[in-house]
Structure formats: C-alpha cells, structure tokens
C-alpha cells in the first residue's frame, strides 16, 4: 500500500476511534435524552414490533403513519444482537435501548470517519481530518446517540449518499452502474426520511451540470430514479395493500404541512413549536373526524381520514390566510440554515445534574428557563456560527468559480432544506444541517489558505473543549 494511502486509512481511523470513544464514554457513564419525554415519537416500540411480528404497527396490525426505515434498523440491530421475545419485557426493554444507543454511537463513528474519506479527495488529509472531528466531537454531535430517533440514521445516509452520488457523477461518462447504487442507496435514505423523495430532479441538474447531455444524461438520469424508485416500491406496494391508495412511504405528509398553514412560527429554534400546533388547533379537527377527543390509538385507526381532513383545512387556510405560510416557509429557510436548537446540549447538562427524567414541556412556549442555556450549549451555538460564516464563504467561493465537488452538497441540501421549508421546520429537524455545514465550512477554510487552516483547528480546538465539558461532567 502507498504510504499516501496508509495516512489515509490510519487518519480515517483515527476519527473513528476518537469519536467512537467520546460517544461511548458519554454513553456509559452519563444519562442519555432517550425520548425526550415523548417528544421523539414511538420509534422503539414500532423497531421490537418489526422485529418480534414482522410488522410495522402493533401486534399484527398496521400503521401507515411512521415510515419504515427507523424501525427497520432497531429491528435490525434487536435481531442481530438478541433472541426477540414475543412479549416486550421490562428487562429486555432496558437491554433493546442499550442496544440501540450502542449501535448509534458505532454509526456516528462510522460516519465521521465516513465524511473524512469523501472530503479529502477535495480539501486535502488535514482539513479533511479537521472537518471530521469538528463532526463527531462536537457536544451536539455526541448526544444525538443517546436519542431514541432516526438522526444519526439519516445522517449517515445523507453522507453515505452524497459521497456515493459525488462518485458516481465522476464516472457517468464511463458507467452507469455507480449511479444505479448512489439511488438505490438514496431509496433507502427516503424511507427513512421521506425529504428525499424530490432528489431525481436535483440529480437530473447535476447531472447536466456535470457536461453529459442528450441520451447519455438521460440514461444517467432514469438509471438513479428507477433505482431509487426500486427500493421504495415494495413499500409502497404494501401501502396501497393496506389501503387502495398510492402511498409512497408513509401518511402524514399533509397533517405536517397544515401545521404550516395555521399560526406564524417564531424563529427559535429551541421551543417545540408544534405542541402549541397540536393544542389549539388539532383537537377540533380529531373530534370532527373520529367523534372523540384526541388519542394516539384514534390517530392511527383514522390516519387516511384525517390526512384527507388536514389536506382540506390546509388548503383552504391557503386561501384565506396565505401570509401565515409564507412566514413560516420563510422563517423556515433562513432558520434551518443559520440556526441550531442547542437545548438538546442544555437538557442534556441538566439532566447529568439533576437527576432528572426530561419532560417535553421543557421545549414548550414560555419554558425558556426549563431548558436554560448552559455555557457549552452556548459555546456549541458560537461553534455552529462561525461555522455558518465559514460555510458562507466556501459556498460563495464555490459558486464563483463553478466548483464542481459543490453541486452534489449543495443541491442535496436544497432538496432537504427545501422539502422540509415547504412542509414544516420545527425543533427535532436542524441535526440535518450539520453535514452540509461541515462540508461547506470545509469549502470555506480552503478558501481561505492559511488563515482557513489555523481558524480549522481554533474550532476543532473550541469543540473539544466543548465537548470535554460534557464527557468530564464538569
């Protein structure tokens, strides 16, 4: 092997081992956010039911509200590591959660080390380097294991498919077939998170963009849709099984989208926004629907119903009040890209402190001082800004020159921002940022030469000093 790339591997390594030793220690020995008192959703649950009874519900009924990637991955990690029970016991419940955090953890590592191998080829071993300690050893980064929900999952996928996709673009003129796997791979990214489903028209411009035209780039074009549309299928053939209709994923997407449509969101992006949503303007619509008040159980029997309900009501708030969402569509953008909800790193401090279960009422309106700003949360927020600035000049610097490694980033990222922009931003959606602004930070500091590299490693310093706070219980 060149010694190039031994430094390679041993520095790819190195990440890995790094971060997957903080996200551990910080694992064994503090207490995680776990659900957020119920603010992550079911996903556990919905994960041990696929993988005692094969189905995605409870027992063996099913659910059309949550899609299957998330579930599908605890039912995986559950059946590899364990004997599934037919009953979920408390013991085993306790054993799953370990599991699964434990799994989280190895798939920040993995993905840290995942984002150096991609970078290098465009910013060299030491930014690279750089860029994939500032994603895996910042606080914000290492609490997401400890969270029962799918971020760490899609975060991968996102890096795992861009870097593929990135790849492949490069080889469109020779073979098709890496971009037949960059969209199967995104097909798994979709059912994990539905934001991705536009991606065939992004990768039908960068494919454009990247000089192939005529047939070819038709070709190119329809080998990443039927593959992505190949993984997806199945799924959606068990949808409309269950219900006679065509139903890509999952049924929600316009329940979500209502929300969007009935009051302003306020740029913060630390208050769960949504439970004012839920309280003041879902009930009434469960009630008309189901003839009882609200109820999780309800919610389910009722979904298409209700789906059907929230796509009236939102059309015609539309109609009416067609300002509310574009506000929210606005605010949305600009929150997404310029903000982070550092309260998960606050909580997470306090609850170290004070033994505490979370509550989400923590991340209500009006509970500012249940979730105070703490000073690594506030240092996380510093970080994530001078990111953000860094990550401003490496896309403006990009787009003067016509960078070509800047088209998979950053129309992946418009795809995402832009679907959950048009839909809803709300507090459990900005760990989505944080691959695209390493990377584009990454653009930033090359930009900037020297300067770039010495400001690189003050934030690498700036996160683990952050992030030190968090594994020394300081």
């Avoid at 603010?39 to 659910?63: F, K, M, V």
């Avoid at 979920?88 to 191998?117: D, E, G």
């Avoid at 999952?250 to 449509?261: C, F, R, Y």
């Avoid at 949305?332 to 009422?361: C, D, K, P, W, Y």
Wanted: charged share 15%; net charge positive.
């Amino acid at each position: 092997m060149p010694a190039g790339a031994r430094l390679e591997l041993r520095l790819g390594l190195l990440v890995f081992l790094f971060t997957m030793a903080a996200a551990g220690y910080l694992l064994l020995v503090r207490r995680p956010l776990l659900t957020l008192g119920g603010l992550t959703d079911e996903w556990l649950p919905l994960g041990y039911n696929l993988a005692a009874y094969g189905t995605l519900g409870w027992g063996s009924e099913p659910i059309l509200l949550r899609p299957p990637g998330y579930p599908a991955f605890i039912a995986g990690v559950l059946r590899l590591a364990t004997r599934v029970p037919a009953r979920l016991t408390p013991s085993y419940h306790v054993i799953a959660i370990a599991l699964v955090l434990l799994a989280q953890a190895v798939l920040l590592a993995v993905t840290a080390a995942l984002l150096f191998a991609w970078l290098r080829r465009r910013v060299g071993n030491a930014l690279a380097f750089a860029a994939a300690l500032l994603y895996g050893l910042n606080p914000y980064s290492l609490v997401l294991p400890g969270l029962l929900h799918y971020d760490v999952l899609h975060l991968f996928l996102l890096v795992a498919g861009c870097a593929a996709l990135d790849l492949a673009l490069a080889r469109a003129d020779d073979t098709l077939s890496p971009l037949a796997a960059a969209g199967a791979l995104w097909g798994i990214a979709a059912l994990v998170r539905p934001v991705t489903l536009p991606l065939p028209l992004f990768v039908l411009v960068m494919i454009l963009a990247r000089g192939l035209r005529g047939r070819r780039a038709a070709t190119a074009a329809l080998a990443f849709s039927l593959a992505m549309a190949a993984v997806i299928a199945p799924w959606t053939a068990r949808n409309y099984g269950l219900t006679g209709r065509l139903i890509p994923i999952n049924v929600q997407g316009w329940a979500v989208l209502w929300g969007s449509t009935v009051m302003p969101f306020r740029l913060d992006p630390n208050q769960y926004q949504w439970a004012a949503v839920a309280a003041a303007h879902m009930r009434p619509i469960h009630r008309r629907v189901t003839g009882k008040e609200y109820d999780y159980p309800g919610y389910l029997e009722h979904n298409v119903a209700l789906e059907a309900a929230y796509k009236e009501d939102a059309l015609r708030n539309l109609g009416r009040q067609p300002q509310v969402y574009l506000w929210n569509v606005a605010r949305g953008f600009l929150s997404l890209s310029l903000q982070i909800n550092t309260s998960l790193v606050s909580v997470f401090q306090r609850i170290q402190r004070t033994g505490e279960m979370v509550s989400q009422t923590w991340f209500w309106e009006h509970a500012e001082a249940e979730r105070r700003e703490t000073r690594t949360s506030r240092a996380t927020g510093v970080l994530a800004a001078l990111l953000t600035v860094l990550a401003g000049i490496g896309i403006a610097r990009g787009v003067a020159r016509r960078d070509p490694f800047l088209l998979v980033p950053g129309l992946v990222y418009l795809c995402v921002a832009g679907a959950h922009t048009l839909v809803l931003v709300d507090f459990m959606y900005y760990y989505v940022r944080l691959p695209f602004l390493i990377v584009f930070a990454a653009l930033g500091a090359e930009a900037l030469g020297t300067w770039g590299r010495k400001l690189a490693a003050a934030l690498v310093a700036l996160a683990l000093a952050a992030s030190a706070v968090l594994l020394l219980g300081v």
